[in-house]
């Protein structure tokens, strides 16, 4: 029997290059919310990926970014603090489009986190041409000298995404699992339902939305005498104009979010939901410290 190894890893990159779709795809189940906004993830998911030589545990983290608001800086703050504690840090460039100087600065901000392994990773292959695989393969090899790897992949097509899986072991420290191999994250149920209904959310609204959503849940309980699981939740939102955004006319919008929703939520729980969504209005959230606290961040 040959040792096994276990360890964290994250995936760094400009917001968008595609860390949450990967983080789902090598866990084999949904524990990120992606969504093509940039800024979708905004805590520390960790997704746990069992393989016959042992154990993954990807830490999917918010992309990294310039902050604007209290909510960015503290998006920045977790980001910082996961890179410090992991074993593996793999970065993601898009084989779509040229390595730029958000890419230049992500990559050499590494060199603050010298414990960690360094892997870099060319994403999104299914997307382009042989060239610029090619050509992206030599502008990121060509970012660090220290790469302990350089691999191109699809998350989406799931291309590379054994290679990816079993070079990221093999620079894991040996040691045993960390969790039971029937989990597959450590999000509470709770708070996996209030990524669903973000993402539901997040469903085709403008740009200036996304960052002024959130969500939390009152109760999540099974309806007695019956199949059903009832979820009590709510959509905050910074201003009048967006509630109204949000619930759409004569709420349709809030009707297709719920729906949205609950067909991702009743897979998680096994059975039928019931969701009460009520859109609530939580002034400048974003730049106020006790109501950030108040929502987790």
């Given at each position: 029997m040959s040792d096994t190894r276990s360890g964290f890893v994250t995936f760094v990159g400009r917001p968008n290059v595609g860390k949450s779709t990967l983080t789902n795809?090598?866990?084999?189940?949904?524990?990120?919310i992606t969504s093509d906004?940039?800024?979708?993830?905004?805590?520390?998911?960790?997704?746990?990926?069992?393989?016959?030589?042992?154990?993954?545990?990807?830490?999917?983290?918010?992309?990294?970014?310039?902050?604007?608001?209290?909510?960015g800086q503290r998006l920045n703050d977790l980001v910082e603090q996961v890179l410090g504690d992991v074993d593996v840090i793999a970065f993601c460039a898009p084989a779509t489009e040229k390595v730029g100087p958000g890419d230049r600065r992500i990559a050499e901000s590494l060199s603050g986190y010298p414990r960690a392994k360094k892997v870099a990773l060319v994403t999104k292959t299914d997307a382009a041409t042989r060239d610029q695989i090619t050509e992206r393969l030599v502008e990121v090899d060509s970012l660090r000298e220290d790469w302990a790897a350089v691999i191109p992949l699809s998350a989406v097509t799931n291309d590379q995404l054994d290679v990816l899986s079993d070079e990221l072991l093999a620079l894991?420290?040996?040691?045993?699992?960390?969790?039971?191999?029937?989990?597959?994250?450590?999000?509470?149920?709770?708070?996996?339902?209030?990524e669903i209904i973000r993402e539901a959310a997040l469903h085709g609204v403008r740009d200036e939305l996304p960052h002024s959503i959130a969500v939390t849940i009152d109760d999540v309980a099974p309806r007695e005498g019956s199949d059903l699981t009832d979820v009590w939740a709510n959509i905050i939102v910074e201003r009048d104009s967006q509630k109204a955004i949000i619930i759409g006319r004569?709420?349709?919008?809030?009707?297709?979010?719920?729906?949205?929703?609950?067909?991702?939520?009743?897979?998680?729980?096994?059975?039928?939901?019931?969701?009460?969504?009520?859109?609530?209005?939580?002034?400048?959230?974003?730049?106020?410290?006790?109501?950030l606290g108040r929502l987790g961040f």
């Open positions: 795809a090598l866990v084999g189940e949904k524990v990120a906004k940039p800024q979708t993830t905004r805590r520390a998911i960790r997704g746990i990926v069992n393989r016959p030589g042992g154990q993954l545990v990807v830490v999917d983290t918010p992309g990294i970014h310039r902050p604007r608001t209290l909510l894991m420290p040996e040691g045993p699992a960390l969790y039971d191999d029937d989990i597959t994250t450590d999000e509470t149920l709770e708070d996996r339902i209030a004569k709420g349709t919008r809030l009707a297709d979010v719920g729906a949205r929703a609950r067909a991702g939520i009743e897979p998680l729980v096994g059975g039928r939901v019931y969701l009460s969504l009520h859109v609530r209005v939580a002034k400048e959230w974003q730049r106020d410290a006790k109501q």
